[in-house]
């Protein structure tokens, strides 16, 4: 009795509308300042996917860039609540755009100034990241630099739990490894 | 348990994460204000489905209406004639008068396929065909009008959007 009572109010509730799917459709019919608040919640995550290919001095710009051709773009999104793995892919597909018109270039970071930094650590260690396979190392990235949690990233790029779990661990063996050979941390 | 920990931060923390997780924190995402150009125009999705149905709607009339045309003139027996025009000698012109016999051609003259030309259907046609006629013609007038109220109802219903308080029924995806 108290299961049917339950049930019966579960399917009397609404299912929750996600915050994204309210905010496009609030920023489609005409309200910019929703687009700020969609921009606060995903820059982070366009902001770690572009650090796992590009090289870091291009990130800001490409984050503007992203968020630009997303607000004018925004119409041809037919989910509203898919915002996150849309504008995930917009940033994986400029990177792809980055890397196939710009020339080959050397990032000049703290290490080749022989810097001893905390900075030129962490820079090294994302060189060591981005050498990874593809899959591992956004999810490394959003994990390790961003401070997401793993159903955090999974819900924002769309990618199942399990999967993102699975490249976690996998990615996460992998660099320790990498670090072994570096020296450790 | 250290996998929990790198998997949503919560059991044992691993210190070897944890030490990952301060030096690569430094490159973590600043926030920065969005620019966004003044003069850029919120998008907007374009609904062309009122615009596809009012033509298509359109359409149809014309061809039903074409089709009652040609029904129409079929049922009306068309005279056939044949227009004579002789070469050498200008004759009287006569008027081309409907024939029911084969007419009397001269050696010297040349036969000219011409289409025939249409005369008024109105004076062929009987009391009872014109009635039929303007009714089939008020029939065809009232389902336009019933079909161009509906497209503007649709088209009324279609450019409102749904308030975003009452989005309701969706699913997260992912």
């Known amino acids: 009795m108290l299961l049917m009572t339950s049930e019966a109010h579960a399917l009397e509730q609404p299912p929750e509308t996600p915050v994204e799917a309210v905010l496009v459709r609030a920023v489609l019919s005409g309200d910019r300042d929703g687009f700020a608040s969609l921009y606060d919640l995903y820059a982070p995550l366009v902001h770690g996917i572009l650090l796992s290919r590009v090289p870091r ?7 503007q860039d992203i968020f630009l051709h997303a607000f004018k773009k925004l119409h041809t999104l037919r989910d509203a609540a898919a915002f996150g793995p849309w504008i995930a892919m917009i940033a994986r597909n400029r990177a792809v755009d980055f890397h196939r018109r710009s020339r080959e270039t050397v990032e000049i970071n703290d290490d080749l100034r022989g810097s001893e930094s905390h900075e030129s650590r962490a ?4 060189e060591l990241i981005r050498n990874l396979p593809e899959a591992y190392r956004e999810t490394l990235v959003l994990r390790l630099v961003e401070g997401m949690t793993g159903p955090e990233i999974a819900a924002r790029t769309g990618l199942t739990a399990a999967s993102v779990r699975v490249n976690l661990h996998r990615g996460m063996k992998l660099l320790r490894e990498k670090l072994g050979f570096m020296g450790g941390l | 348990m250290k ?10 923390p691993d210190p070897e994460i944890q030490k990952l ?20 125009p919120v998008s907007r999705r374009r609904n062309y489905f009122p615009l596809i149905a009012i033509a298509a709607s359109l359409l149809l009339a014309l061809v039903a209406g ?3 045309l040609r029904v129409r003139n079929q049922s009306v027996p068309q005279p056939q004639h044949v227009e004579v025009v002789p070469t050498p000698a200008p004759i009287e012109e006569k008027k081309p008068q409907p024939i029911t016999q084969k007419p009397v051609v001269p050696e ?16 062929a046609l009987s009391k009872r065909e014109r009635d039929e006629g ?14 161009t109220e509906k497209l503007s109802l649709i088209h009324r219903k279609t450019q409102n959007t749904t308030p975003a308080s009452q989005i309701k029924n969706q699913h997260r995806v992912g």
């Open chain 1, 57 to 63: 001095a291009e990130v800001d710009d490409l984050v």
């Open chain 1, 123 to 126: 820079n090294e260690i994302l």
């Open chain 2, 3 to 12: 996998d929990d920990y790198l998997w949503d931060k919560s059991g044992q």
């Open chain 2, 21 to 40: 997780e301060e030096i690569l924190g430094t490159l973590r995402y600043q926030p920065k204000p969005l620019e966004l150009p003044e003069e850029l």
């Open chain 2, 66 to 68: 074409g089709v009652w």
């Open chain 2, 108 to 123: 010297n003259a040349i036969a000219v396929n011409r289409r025939p030309h249409h005369k008024p259907v109105t004076t």
């Open chain 2, 134 to 147: 303007l009714a089939a013609k008020e029939q065809l007038m009232m389902a336009l009008r019933l079909t």
